[in-house]
């Protein structure tokens, strides 16, 4: 059974950085590429980054890149999404997900496993 756990979400002033973590069990982890996603009410899951399974591959959306940072630690079967400069429009529940292939992706329809998503709140 694969569980993927987030953490690190929280309360933040715009400009104000975080760090978000997900712990994988139940697989081996550094077999696969991971990603994160937010959502807000009343919208759809977006994607925010992805990471290869060794790392050496990442992805962003527009709307991040330059701001946030996806890591890896395979061996503590652990990915992190380093998000500074937040901003207001960055509020939202962002969730961990993982692929059962090597490569990254930015489709919620190319994720196999999600987490329950930890919430991130930036005040103006």
């Known amino acids: 059974q694969v569980q993927l756990v987030e953490s690190g979400g929280g309360l933040v002033q715009a400009g104000g950085s975080l760090r978000l973590s997900c712990a994988a069990s139940?697989?081996?982890?550094?077999?696969?590429?991971m990603g994160w996603f937010r959502q807000t009410p009343g919208k759809e899951r977006e994607f925010v980054a992805s990471?290869?399974?060794?790392?050496?591959?990442?992805y962003y959306a527009d709307s991040v890149k330059g701001r946030f940072t996806i890591s890896r630690d395979n061996a503590g079967n652990t990915v992190h999404l380093q998000m500074n400069s937040l901003k207001p429009e960055d509020t939202a529940v962002y969730y961990c997900?993982?692929?059962?292939?090597?490569?990254?992706?930015?489709?919620?329809?190319?994720?196999?496993?999600w987490g329950q998503g930890t919430q991130v709140t930036v005040s103006s």
């Open positions: 139940g697989r081996t982890f550094s077999r696969y590429a």
């Open positions: 997900a993982m692929r059962s292939l090597i490569t990254v992706s930015t489709m919620t329809g190319g994720y196999d496993y």
């Open positions: 990471i290869s399974w060794s790392g050496d591959v990442t």
